[in-house]
């Protein structure tokens, strides 16, 4: 599915991630080291990087800097530093994602398949890669562009990823947190379900719907918002 190269230093864990995106049909190169990752990168034109910032030669976010110098592969971004300044700081470096250590493999495989999608590297094998249909609703995730009913929906830079996010999960209840960490980047905040709130209700009026009479976009009280199509 994907050319990912794995930049990361404990064997264990290396060893790990490398059976299991395998497992998942990507084509991982690991290296465990920063100097190899850029090197790696320059030669090989990954789809995707998974950087870990404890690396033994040069700090992850020295070498995300350099990797940006030369290359706008998508990056993800494994750190311990799970605190709001650091995801911010990693976020202006470069970084496309980030997973804060522990995390499973399901959960990287997750944000990995989303970033794949938005950038629009994911294999063609997978159907039409950076586009999304649910109904009437078409997302082009490539060209940043959504239209419902052949209609072009003017959309800012963050209604649009909410949107996006929420159809590559179209069926599922998303939780608030999730939506947080995923659209917005950051750790939940207090005061997140409000502008949560207010950034849907801007897509429902887009939409030509309401909260008490919702078509696309539903909230499951309690446990989170999902993207349907209409029945």
Do not use: C
């Not at 230093?9 to 190169?29: E, F, I, K």
């Not at 970084?95 to 950038?119: G, I």
């Not at 063609?124 to 995730?141: C, F, K, N, R």
């Not at 905040?189 to 030509?208: A, E, P, Y």
């Amino acid at each position: 599915m994907a050319r990912v190269l794995l930049v990361e230093d404990d064997q264990m864990v290396r060893d790990a991630l490398v059976r299991a995106l395998s497992g998942l049909g990507h084509a991982v190169l690991p290296v465990g080291t920063a100097l190899d990752a850029l090197r790696e990168a320059a030669e090989h034109e990954p789809d995707l990087v998974i950087l870990d910032l404890g690396l033994p030669d040069l700090d992850g976010a020295a070498a995300l800097r350099m990797l940006r110098g030369h290359s706008d592969v998508p990056v993800i971004v494994a750190t311990a530093r799970g605190d709001e300044r650091s995801i911010v700081r990693l976020l202006n470096d470069g970084a496309d994602d980030y997973v804060v250590k522990p995390f499973s493999s399901t959960q990287l495989a997750a944000r990995m398949n989303a970033l794949l999608r938005r950038s629009g590297r994911a294999s063609s094998t997978t159907g039409s890669p950076g586009d999304l249909t649910v109904g009437e609703l078409s997302i082009s995730l490539t060209r940043r562009q959504a239209v419902l009913a052949g209609r072009p929906l003017e959309l800012s830079r963050r209604e649009f990823d909410l949107l996006a996010y929420l159809a590559e999960h179209a069926g599922r209840v998303v939780s608030r947190r999730e939506l947080v960490e995923a659209v917005w980047h950051q750790r939940p905040f207090v005061g997140h379900d409000q502008t949560i709130d207010v950034h849907m209700s801007w897509l429902r009026r887009k939409l030509g719907e309401s909260a008490s009479r919702p078509r696309y976009l539903h909230t499951v009280r309690g446990v989170g918002l999902k993207l349907v199509e209409p029945s």
